[in-house]
């Protein structure tokens, strides 16, 4: 079972591991962006480790959905919101439980990541987050280790293609041949998960 404590150490993972790529993540927005993604990144994870070790939530939906409020309230750009609503919505699917299965956080994790479908008004194929978040939702069903090489495929696979949302969108066939920085950086977030789980085997 996982636990706030698990939640809590998985956004922790999250935040040193953006922390360690920002460089890269703000290489990538400038490529096809305005160089911000990585900055953007570290302040607003850096933000919600903060909060969380101020006043640790008792469950792993509030755990979530903490980190989701601060990353809006602190990430400006299009990411902010977009991530915010990924943790919001899947805490809120996790709902008040003191604990989740693993297959739990996988149904949860999808309606978030469908929210973030919803509020962006992208899909497969566009060149964003999605392109890593949407295999890594499905391949969580089997297992963490299967998402994080399912974002970090589908984070490699967005070099080839032209975005058609978001800032990048605005290069047109310019933007083909890069990296999408926000599939980079979910690509991340998906592997600190693997990582905080492999470092304590709770989800085994
Ligand atoms: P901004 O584009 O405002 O500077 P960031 O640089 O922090 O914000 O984030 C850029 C990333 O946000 C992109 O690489 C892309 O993955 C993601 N993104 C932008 N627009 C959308 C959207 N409509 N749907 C999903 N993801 C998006
Ligand atoms: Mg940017």
Redesign the pocket.
């Known amino acids: 079972m996982l636990d706030a404590d698990f939640f809590h150490r998985w956004m922790a993972a999250a935040a040193a591991l953006v922390s360690r790529e920002a460089d890269h993540l703000t290489d ?2 400038s490529a ?6 990585g900055s ?2 570290q302040r607003g994870f850096a933000a919600v480790t903060a909060v969380l070790d101020k006043e640790p939530p008792q469950t792993p939906g509030a755990v979530l959905a903490l980190a989701g409020r601060q990353l809006i309230s602190t ?6 919101p ?1 991530y915010g609503t990924l943790l919001r919505r899947t805490g809120k699917a996790l709902g008040d439980a003191p604990a989740v299965t693993p297959q739990q956080l996988a149904e949860a994790f999808g309606a978030g990541v469908a929210a ?2 919803q ?4 899909q497969a194929g ?6 890593a978040l949407l295999p890594a939702a499905e391949a969580l069903g089997t297992s963490f280790g299967a998402a994080r090489d399912a974002a970090e495929e589908g984070a490699r696979a ?1 070099v080839p293609m032209q ?1 058609r ?5 605005y290069l047109g066939e310019r933007s083909i041949g890069h990296q ?7 690509a991340l977030l998906v592997a600190a998960l693997a990582d905080t789980v492999a470092a304590d085997g709770s989800g085994s």
Do not use: E, F, Y
């Open positions: 990538l927005d096809i962006g305005d160089a911000d993604h953007n990144m990430v400006g750009g299009a990411s902010g977009l973030v479908a509020l962006g008004g992208a566009d060149k964003t987050m999605l392109d967005t975005a949302k978001g800032r990048a969108s999408d920085p926000g599939a980079t950086s979910s």
